[in-house]
């Protein structure tokens, strides 16, 4: 099946901020997909106390959970597993780390095993479901002493949102005057419905960025603690085309001009040439935005029907840096253009192939006109690290 | 009088051949122009496909082609458009 016209996505992404203002966080989310995508098992472990040794408790934790599901050992058993083989605290008598791991399909089956995190939260139709409802059942053995394994198994719905927590979110605040106990699980889950009653279509990382945004707030910051948020959403495909550099053929430039007028999709453009193509065959005017004047990357235009449209080889390589540290640093056609990405689920690059004569010149950079490089980087970077389907199509 | 349009061209080759600073051109004309010249950018004029990359940056002066594209070397242009020039 095409991706397009896949029915279903699993949309996973987080948010998190470092104990202290420390670069390294003690908590730990990573997600995998599995089985060309029809499945995606995502972790949250949170090492004890906080820095450099919990970071690793937390990192190991998550990898070696990640690793037995890779090997085809059953996620129940991997959990199993890591309840058998967790150090334990000896005065406290709780495990280095705690973890959760959510084991989703794309069809709906969904299994979740907790260890010592905040109860995970599915939000359905705008509400929260009990998770009574959901069949949650505590698992014990008497070499686990009083630590307990939650097993929750059902069938999620398409616009379930799971949504895990460290508990550096439901116990920010703690201490302080407004919140002697700390914000609470309560809070926390009213918090997000409030959100997706004004913005339904929140992404997953919108969403968990801002719910820690808000746990920020409650300590103040820097973090009380580490505040981790993972969100893995089951939702129809959001989807984004790129297109990038004029086609070999000239004579296939209607063709693929006519790409931006695929209905339901988003739409970028990049580069000078494709946009005049595009302007020229949908007789579409392109203005330029000089507001979003940027030393690194050219400004952004605008086109009717168009989302973004941007310079081709130097932003496209930003986005790639961008993608790779994970952050953006500046505001410009590029970050924008990170953003649309994060957001969407399917991304088709439709890349023209033919040559630019002019960045043949000798007195250009050699690193000119590797369209095709940068795009496969771009395209392997959101695959491996934000859990992104991607297809690249020549022109 | 109407102002005068220069348009910057945004493509590429232009950008790296040291054009990406020309949408500020407002900000560097001497002061008796100031007001009387309009910018606006251009995605890619492709006047590189024509004349080489080498001869960048490229911008539209009232629609003339203009290369190795300056602060100074706008200015000069639009004073002998207007006749203000020394």
Redesign the interface.
């Known amino acids: 099946m095409a991706p397009e016209e896949s029915p279903r996505f699993i949309e996973v992404d987080h948010f998190q901020v470092a104990c202290g203002g420390e670069h390294l966080a003690g908590d730990h989310f990573h997600s995998r997909s599995l089985e060309a995508g029809e499945r995606v098992v995502s972790v949250l472990a949170d090492g004890l106390s906080s820095g450099v040794e919990a970071a690793v408790l937390a990192s190991v934790t998550a990898a070696m959970a990640l690793e037995y599901v890779e090997w085809n050992i059953d996620t129940g058993t991997a959990a199993r597993i890591l309840m058998d083989s967790l150090p334990v605290d000896p005065v406290r008598c709780i495990s280095y780390s705690t973890f959760t791991i959510v084991d989703a399909r794309r069809d709906g089956r969904t299994r979740v095993f907790e260890h010592g995190n905040p109860p995970f939260m599915l939000i359905r139709d705008g509400a929260l479901v009990p998770l009574a409802d959901l069949g949650r059942r505590v698992h014990t053995q008497a070499r686990w002493g009083n630590r307990r394994l939650h097993v929750s198994e059902f069938q999620s719905r398409v616009g379930d949102r799971i949504v895990l927590c460290s508990d550096g979110v439901t116990q920010s605040g703690m201490g302080s005057a407004e919140l002697p106990l700390g914000w609470g699980e309560p809070a926390a889950a009213a918090f997000l419905l409030g959100r997706l009653a004004r913005q339904p279509d929140l992404s997953s990382r919108r969403l968990s960025e801002q719910l820690v945004g808000r746990a920020l707030d409650n300590d103040g910051e820097p973090a009380g603690d580490d505040i981790t948020c993972g969100i893995i959403h089951l939702r129809r495909p959001r989807c984004l085309h790129i297109l990038t550099g004029p086609p070999f053929d000239r004579a296939r430039d209607r063709e693929y001009a006519n790409l931006a007028r695929i209905p339901g999709v988003r739409i970028v453009v990049c580069g000078g040439t494709t946009s005049n193509i595009l302007a020229r065959e949908l007789n579409r005017a392109v203005e330029m935005d000089l507001s979003m004047h940027d030393r690194q990357v050219p400004a952004p235009s605008t086109m009717q029907g168009v989302d973004l449209v941007t310079e081709g080889c130097l932003t496209l390589a930003r986005v790639v840096d961008y993608l790779e540290a994970g952050a953006c640093p500046r505001r410009n056609a590029a970050s924008r253009l990170v953003e649309l990405l994060l957001e969407s689920d399917i991304i088709h690059f439709q890349v023209g192939t033919a040559v630019n004569e002019a960045h043949q010149d000798p007195a250009l950079p050699v690193e000119l006109d590797i369209r095709r490089n940068v795009i496969k980087r771009m395209a392997a970077l959101l695959e491996q690290k934000h859990l992104k389907q991607t297809r690249i199509t020549y022109y | 009088m109407d102002p005068i349009t220069v348009t910057i061209?945004?493509?590429?080759?232009c950008?790296?051949?040291d054009g990406?600073?020309l949408?500020?051109l407002e900000e560097h004309l001497p002061a008796h122009l100031k007001g009387r010249v309009k910018?606006?950018?251009?995605?890619?004029l492709?006047l590189?496909?024509g004349h080489?990359?080498?001869q960048g940056p490229y911008v539209l002066v009232a629609g003339e082609a203009l290369g190795h594209a300056s602060f100074q070397g706008i200015a000069a242009r639009i004073e002998q458009l207007l006749g203000t020039g020394a």
Do not use: I
Request: proline fraction near 0%; glycine fraction near 16%.
């Open positions: 061209c945004a493509g590429t080759a950008v790296v051949m990406s600073g949408v500020l910018v606006r950018g251009e995605r890619c492709e590189c496909h080489g990359a080498a």
